[in-house]
C-alpha cells in the first residue's frame, strides 16, 4: 500500500528537510526584498480535540516587496508543510523568502503573497484531514486561515488568485484542498507529495503491532514507522472512545496476536489515499485553472515513486488534465536550492495559471 512516507518522512526530516538555503552570492545586488510577519489565529474549530491541539496557531506571511509601497491587492499561494515540521521551520533558514524576492525581480511570476500556517501537533503531525479525534484541519484552512488572511490584508479575494503548494504530506494536504475546494482555490502545485496511492509492499507489514498496542503513550512509539502510522489512524480510523490514542487500527489484537482488520484496512485506504476518491472528485479537479506535482525517482521508500507514477496514468484515464514529472534525485535537497524545484517548476507553473492582477479576474469573487 502506500507504505507511504513514513520511511521517507523520517529520512526527510532526519536528514535536513529543512528549507536549504539559497546562494546569496548569485544574487542581483539590486533585488528589493519582501517581509515575513507573524500573526497567531485562535481558532475555533480546532477546540476540544482528543489530541489536545493548541487552538493558537501561528501564520507566517510572505509580504512581496511592492506590498508596503502600493495600495493594490495580491494574490495568495498557501503553502503546507510537512509532519515534523512547523510554519517557523519553513522560513527559518531564509532560503525561501531569498528565493521569491530573486524570482520577482526575475519576473519568473507575478508578486504574491504566500501564507504558511502552522500545522503541527502534539503527535508526529497532521495529514490535513477532518478528524473527531485530531482535528477538523481541512474545515480550519477553509473556513477560518482563508477568512483570516483575506481580512488582514490586502488581497484578490478570489479563487483564480489562490494557489496552494506544499511538499510531503504538504503536497498531499495540497492536493486533497483542490479535489475539495474549486471554488475556493483554483492552481495547485504539489512537491513529492505521498499517499496519493498504494505501492508494491504493504503498509501493514512495516510496524511491531504488539508494541503499538501495548504502548500507553507516544513516547512509548519509538520505532521509526510507529507513530506516524498511530497518528495516521488517529486521522482516518478516528475512536473518540478509545484511549489512549483514541482511533482503531487497521490491524487489532485477537487472542493475543495481530490480525488484520479487514473493515477498519479497506477503510483507512478509502478516506488517506487521494487515488481512492478520484472518480468521484474528477468533477473538482476539472475546475481547476491548473494542476502539477512532482516526485523525486530515487526516494527511499519506493512506494511514492510507484503511487506517483499511478496517480498521474489514473488522472489520465478521468480526462483531468494535469502536468506531472518525475525527476532524478532525492526529494529532500533540491526543493529550495537556486535552481530547485520551487523555483524551476513551481514558480513559472504559477506564472502561467495564477491570476496576480485584479484586471485579469473575469469571475466572481469566492
Not at 44 to 67: A, E, M, S
Not at 170 to 194: I, K, Q, T
Not at 229 to 242: G, H
Not at 352 to 364: A, C, E, H, I, P
Amino acid at each position: 500500500m502506500a507504505a507511504l512516507l513514513i520511511s521517507s518522512i523520517s529520512v526527510a526530516y532526519a536528514q535536513g528537510k529543512k528549507v536549504t538555503k539559497a546562494n546569496s552570492a548569485n544574487q542581483p545586488k539590486s533585488i528589493s526584498t519582501g517581509k515575513v510577519v507573524t500573526e497567531t489565529l485562535v481558532s475555533n474549530i480546532l477546540r476540544n480535540t482528543r489530541t489536545g491541539v493548541d487552538i493558537n496557531r501561528t501564520v507566517k506571511i510572505y509580504l512581496p516587496p511592492g506590498y508596503e509601497r502600493s495600495e493594490k491587492s495580491y494574490a495568495v499561494v498557501y503553502y503546507f508543510h510537512s509532519i515534523n515540521s512547523s510554519a517557523q521551520k519553513v522560513f527559518e533558514s531564509g532560503a525561501l523568502q531569498t528565493l521569491l524576492d530573486r524570482a520577482f525581480a526575475a519576473n519568473v511570476v507575478g508578486e504574491f503573497i504566500l501564507v504558511a500556517a502552522d500545522y503541527g501537533s502534539a503527535t508526529s503531525g497532521i495529514w490535513y484531514e477532518n478528524s473527531a479525534v485530531t482535528g477538523r484541519w481541512l474545515d480550519f484552512t477553509v473556513d477560518e486561515l482563508v477568512p483570516f488572511i483575506d481580512a488582514h490584508f490586502r488581497t484578490i479575494k478570489n479563487r483564480d488568485s489562490r494557489a496552494l503548494t506544499g511538499d510531503f504530506v504538504g503536497g498531499r494536504g495540497a492536493l486533497v484542498l483542490s479535489m475539495l475546494y474549486p471554488d475556493v482555490f483554483s492552481v495547485v502545485y504539489a512537491m513529492h507529495p505521498v499517499a496519493t496511492g498504494t505501492g508494491p509492499i504493504p503498509m501493514v507489514s512495516k510496524v511491531d503491532w504488539k508494541k503499538i498496542h501495548a504502548a500507553k503513550s507516544f513516547n512509548e512509539l519509538s520505532e521509526g514507522f510507529a507513530r506516524p502510522y498511530v497518528s495516521i489512524m488517529q486521522a482516518f480510523l478516528p475512536n473518540p472512545d478509545r484511549p489512549p490514542f483514541y482511533c482503531d487500527f487497521m490491524v487489532e489484537m485477537e487472542n493475543g496476536e495481530p490480525k488484520l482488520n479487514v473493515a477498519n484496512y479497506a477503510k483507512l485506504k478509502d478516506d488517506f489515499l487521494l487515488d481512492q476518491k478520484l472518480k468521484e472528485r474528477a468533477g473538482n479537479l476539472r475546475k481547476m485553472r491548473g494542476i502539477g506535482f512532482d516526485w523525486a525517482r530515487y526516494d527511499s521508500n519506493y512506494d511514492h515513486v510507484f503511487a506517483n507514477q499511478q496517480f498521474t496514468l489514473k488522472l489520465d484515464e478521468l480526462g483531468v488534465e494535469h502536468e506531472a514529472e518525475e525527476y532524478r534525485g532525492d526529494p529532500w535537497s533540491t526543493n529550495f536550492t537556486d535552481h530547485g524545484r520551487f523555483y524551476t517548476r513551481a514558480l513559472p507553473f504559477f506564472s502561467r495559471y495564477l491570476v496576480v492582477s485584479d484586471s485579469q479576474n473575469t469571475v466572481g469573487s469566492n
